[in-house]
């Protein structure tokens, strides 16, 4: 890229750190270092605002960078990502939003405790969401990586390593700073930024083909050196019977996997009523829905526009087909259009990846001290010393993601974010529905539950061709792969839902009939919630 771009992107990003900085500052200074505002910003968004906020969460780095260079490489298989995202909202809203608002207080944890022994529990769901939230801040860290290297014009390994420092560095101020509250209103002023951008994009591109999606596809087929396979299943996820499991291990972890994330599980609980939280997930649905329909158009015009193998060549995971698509759309490389479209969409990712690493790390970091310091002090915990050790918290999870961010940099951001849905999937979404809906679930099935999710999923992570034993491996030179799907979801999840229930079964504990009942009536009513 040309000093042009790099003087106008970077001054654009810093702008944006300068006005999340101030909105850090402005929430902080009434900020009374309460439990319930650091964690949940008061209870006092609007449905509307929360649903800006959820969205914000959710359309990370993997959907805006990492979706649209997968549609670009792949065609319609990289499409699949995008419904997967979408058709998830479907469950998170008839059968999670409403009932965990109800039952819990700032974690996942809380659903469960509610009619459990609360220290094997907690324990549990707390390690568990931690490394769910580390996998996810994993995939924002590649992503910052990628686009600020593709920014200062290659691939400076020094450029992507101070990056991914700075998005760490960032993402503790944030956390530690303005809690929950000015989290919320990052998320907020990212959400309206990311829709606009992919507005101006979308319509660029449409206006480029005159309005005919039927030529932007055929163009986008030519272009790829494959096609009418571009446009048709197969061509990533239909070799043979190993790419064809992955692809239903993929579906299965990316629309169970959004239920049990605990930065979105979390949203839920900054907001007075479970209704404010239904009509939350309602909004976040027409934003999401409307967004990943963008990136459809927008991948596909990045392979009739830009050129898969120019994708490609500039970052090998697709991970820069949309800024290089927006600089094509605005004239060219040397263009002052190009310049300034460029600048704009690459501030506009930076925006993307800082506010959702805030929200990451906040959820992780909650559950650290909320569930984890809690259960080792045994409940005598004060408020105040849980806000202080997430605070703590926050910085040594920063830490953690930006080491592994930079092992895995040269991943697709959304296949990262892949791994971390199916994670979700296994281990804490199991333990979510039984809690919510058996009635003879017991405290060994709930800890068993996790665990049995966790453990084989992050193992079979571990022993896939993605850690070892393939080129694009983050250990190339190694082979220790034994597991051949690179999603461990068509075995982990089941895993997850077995070991549940076989540790319910096996238990001498008999259920608590009088907490579930107090736990049905308040997750239907909402009557004691907090």
């Known amino acids: 890229m040309t000093g042009e771009h790099q003087t106008l992107a970077l001054l654009l990003f810093s702008v944006f750190v300068a006005v999340t900085l101030a909105i850090t500052s402005w929430v902080s200074r009434d900020r009374h270092g309460s439990a319930e505002e650091f964690y949940a910003g008061g209870r006092l968004f609007s449905p509307m605002e929360n649903g800006f906020a959820i969205a914000g969460d959710y359309m990370s780095a993997a959907s805006f960078l990492g979706i649209s260079g997968l549609i670009a490489l792949f065609g319609y298989d990289g499409l699949l990502y995008s419904v997967g995202f979408l058709v998830a909202w479907l469950v998170v809203l008839f059968l999670v939003a409403e009932l965990v608002r109800n039952c819990g207080r700032f974690t996942l944890a809380d659903v469960v405790a509610a009619r459990m022994r609360e220290r094997p529990v907690r324990i549990a769901a707390g390690t568990s969401s931690v490394t769910v939230s580390v996998l996810y801040l994993v995939a924002q860290m590649v992503g910052a990586g990628s686009l600020v290297a593709l920014l200062l014009g290659g691939t400076s390994a020094a450029a992507q390593t101070w990056t991914v420092i700075g998005v760490g560095a960032l993402m503790v101020v944030y956390v530690s700073w303005g809690g929950m509250r000015a989290t919320t209103w990052i998320q907020i002023v990212k959400a309206v930024l990311l829709m606009g951008g992919a507005i101006t994009l979308t319509a660029l591109v449409l206006v480029r083909f005159h309005g005919d999606v039927d030529q932007l596809l055929r163009t986008a087929a ?60 309602v909004w976040s649905i027409g934003l999401i829905g409307g967004f990943y329909l963008m990136t459809i158009v927008l991948g596909f015009g990045a392979a009739a526009l830009v050129g898969p193998q120019a994708v490609r060549a ?139 999710g966790l453990l084989p999923a992050v193992a079979l992570v571990l022993l896939s061709p993605v850690v070892s034993g393939s080129p694009d491996a ?57």
């Not at 043979?240 to 959004?258: P, Q, Y």
């Not at 983050?474 to 597991?483: G, I, K, M, S, V």
């Open 474 to 530: 983050l250990f190339p030179h190694a082979d220790f792969q034994y597991f051949p799907l690179q999603n461990p979801g068509l075995v982990s999840i089941p895993l997850g839902f077995l070991a549940g229930w076989l540790g319910t079964v096996t238990s001498a504990e008999l259920p608590d009939e009088a907490k579930h009942a107090e736990t049905e009536v308040r997750s239907l009513t909402g009557a004691g919630a907090a």
């Open 222 to 281: 030519d272009r790829s050196g494959h096609g009418a396979a571009f446009l048709a299943p197969g061509l990533k996820y239909g070799g043979d019977w190993t790419a064809r499991f992955d692809f239903i291990s993929l579906g299965l972890a990316l629309v169970l996997g959004t239920a049990g994330l605990p930065h979105i599980l979390s949203r839920f609980y900054t907001v007075p009523t479970a209704r404010a939280a239904r009509r939350s997930v």
């Open 314 to 452: 500039s970052n090998a995971a697709g991970n820069t087909a949309v800024p290089l698509l927006a600089l094509d759309l605005g004239g060219g490389a040397h263009s002052t259009g190009g310049t300034v479209l460029f600048a704009v969409v690459a501030a506009v990712a930076f925006a993307t990846i800082l506010a959702v690493v805030a929200g990451i790390t906040l959820a992780s970091s909650a559950s650290v001290a909320h569930d984890l310091y809690a259960s080792l002090r045994r409940g005598r915990a004060k408020p105040r010393s849980e806000v202080a050790v997430a605070r703590v918290a926050a910085a040594g999870i920063g830490v953690v993601a930006i080491a592994l961010g930079l092992l895995a940099r040269d991943l697709n951001v959304a296949f990262l974010v892949g791994l971390a849905f199916a994670v979700a999937a296994s281990a804490n979404l199991p333990v979510l529905l039984y809690s919510l809906f058996w009635r003879r679930f017991t405290t060994r099935g709930a800890v068993w539950s996790v665990y049995g």
